[in-house]
Structure formats: structure tokens, C-alpha cells
T-cell receptor, first 116, second 109 residues
Framework: GAVVSQHPSWVICKSGTSVKIECRSLDFQATTMFWYRQFPKQSLMLMATSNEGSKATYEQGVEKDKFLINHASLTLSTLTVTSAHPEDSSFYIC????????????FGPGTRLTVT | GESVGLHLPTLSVQEGDNSIINCAYSNSASDYFIWYKQESGKGPQFIID?????DKRQGQRVTVLLNKTVKHLSLQIAATQPGDSAVYFC????????FGTGTRLKVLA
């Protein structure tokens, strides 16, 4: 089946620094990738939709200048959390869709971000 | 409406029994529905999907039922096993993916 990887799987950073999370589709080309965040015992909240070669579409309430998304190729999207604060600590999950007639999205394993 | 953050409801089921997890979705325009399983510290794993032109779909040990009249989705797991313990999310897709609040399934030995 389709595999999506994320790197790093966990990261601890100091308040005020920036952190980059990578999402890669390993065995297919992803026309669209999604970024979600998930707080403990809560559901996944869509942050943004990323299409290769174009600007990401952010959900209401998500600061695009704080959460920078780059979808530079059909197999890689990155999320950069800029000037991180403790309230940005969360589980960040990406997913990828191969496009065409398939709606199915394949999820990465997630990245645990802790801001101290 | 959008999925909101709530504490997860829990369903406890005896090993070997059948489990039924329910989900109410919000958007009448949704044409695609998916059930995901999420184990602690991992990303969601696809279980089964169904399109809006169907009301039932079966997989291996799992069945999804869709009732568009009342905007209700259910996941039935037959002969529940300890490995089924996880959080289960439904998701709907009108123009984007919207996740439900999730249900924690605990399988009792």
C-alpha cells in the first residue's frame, strides 16, 4: 500500500525557535497533501491543504505566517512552525492523496512537537 | 459544522463480541465517508470507506453502514480482538476532509 513518512517523529525545541517537519510520499506522487494537528484525546483538525507548485490553502484560524507550508515536489511537503510557543506543542500529522478518481488519503505516522 | 475538540467517548467490549461505533456527520453535501483507526502515538490507519450512493459496505470483519436520511454512519467490527483497541474516527468529505470526534474502543479480555 501507499506509504507516507514524516520526519522527525518527535522534536523538542525552545520557545522562539522554528521547527521544520517533512512529509514524504514514498511510493506514489501526491498531488495534494494535508496537514493536521491533534491535541491529546481530541480529533484531527485540518490546518491546511497543500497542492504541489501552488500556495497552500489554510483553514480559518490558522496563521499562515506562523505555519509555513511548502509543497516543492510531488513527493514532499514541509511544515515550518515559526517562532514556536508552548501552545504550539501538539501532534502534527500529514496525509497525501494521489489524485485522480481516488479520494483516499494516506497518513503519515505523525510528529510530536514539544516546545519548552 | 466542523469537528470540535471533545473528550473521547469510550466503548468497552468483551473480546469476541461485536462492536458498533457510531458517528453523526454534519454536511449533507458529503459524498465520501471513511473510518480510520488510530493507535496511540501513530497516524490514522484507513479501515473502510463508503460513497454516498451506497448504504452498506463490507470488509474483512468490518462493515460500514450509511444512513443519509439522518446523517449517520456506523462501523461494525465482528468478533472484536485485543488488537482492535484504538481510537476510531469517522471522516466525511464534502469539499474537504472533516473528522468526527472519535471513539475509544477498549477490548476486555
Amino acid at each position: 500500500g501507499a506509504v507516507v513518512s514524516q520526519h522527525p517523529s518527535w522534536v523538542i525545541c525552545k520557545s522562539g525557535t522554528s521547527v521544520k517537519i517533512e512529509c514524504r510520499s514514498l511510493d506514489f506522487q501526491a498531488t495534494t497533501m494535508f496537514w493536521y494537528r491533534q491535541f491529546p484525546k481530541q480529533s484531527l483538525m485540518l490546518m491546511a491543504t497543500s497542492n504541489e507548485g501552488s500556495k497552500a490553502t489554510y483553514e480559518q484560524g490558522v496563521e499562515k505566517d506562523k505555519f509555513l507550508i511548502n509543497h516543492a515536489s510531488l513527493t514532499l511537503s514541509t511544515l515550518t512552525v515559526t517562532s514556536a510557543h508552548p501552545e504550539d506543542s501538539s501532534f502534527y500529522i500529514c496525509s497525501a492523496v494521489s489524485g485522480g478518481a481516488s479520494y483516499e488519503q494516506y497518513f503519515g505516522p505523525g510528529t510530536r512537537l514539544t516546545v519548552t | 459544522g466542523e469537528s470540535v475538540g471533545l473528550h473521547l467517548p469510550t466503548l468497552s467490549v468483551q473480546e469476541g463480541d461485536n462492536s458498533i461505533i457510531n458517528c453523526a456527520y454534519s454536511n449533507s453535501a458529503s459524498d465520501y465517508f471513511i473510518w480510520y483507526k488510530q493507535e496511540s502515538g501513530k497516524g490514522p490507519q484507513f479501515i473502510i470507506d463508503i460513497r454516498s450512493n451506497m448504504d452498506k459496505r463490507q470488509g474483512q470483519r468490518v462493515t460500514v453502514l450509511l444512513n443519509k436520511t439522518v446523517k449517520h454512519l456506523s462501523l461494525q467490527i465482528a468478533a472484536t480482538q485485543p488488537g482492535d483497541s484504538a481510537v476510531y474516527f469517522c471522516a466525511e468529505k464534502p469539499y474537504k476532509y472533516i473528522f468526527g470526534t472519535g471513539t475509544r474502543l477498549k477490548v476486555l479480555a
